[in-house]
């Protein structure tokens, strides 16, 4: 399996965006689809999951702004990102939680005050 994270950039406070994670591997649908984040001089921190079912869970620092969702068909996940604050700054990754594979690159986002 490879994962690849996308769609990051430069927001403002207040702001959205969509974050996009491409999957390469067999048996898309039915794994479980995490998203996490790395802010400068911190851990990574786990955000949020998706299983192959649809159920859905969110770390507190981002439930109620952030969703995340899956299309089995194009085998990718998504993360919406609204009501962006400064504090949410960071490279942000995709991963299999129920099996962490090699981080990759991330995709950086910054949100300005």
């Known amino acids: 399996v490879q994962l690849q994270a996308s769609g990051g950039g430069l927001v403002q406070a207040g702001g959205s965006l969509r974050l996009s994670c491409e999957v390469t591997g067999k048996n898309f649908r039915i794994v479980t689809m995490g998203w996490y984040r790395q802010a400068p001089a911190k851990q990574r921190e786990w955000l949020a999951s998706?299983?192959?079912?649809?159920?859905?869970y969110y770390a507190d620092s981002v439930r109620g702004r952030f969703t995340i969702s899956r299309d089995n068909a194009k085998s990718a996940a998504y993360l919406q990102m609204d009501s962006l604050k400064p504090g949410d700054t960071a490279v942000y990754y995709c991963n299999t939680p129920t099996m962490i594979r090699p981080w990759g690159q991330g995709t950086l986002v910054t949100v300005s005050s």
């Open positions: 998706i299983t192959g079912d649809g159920s859905t």
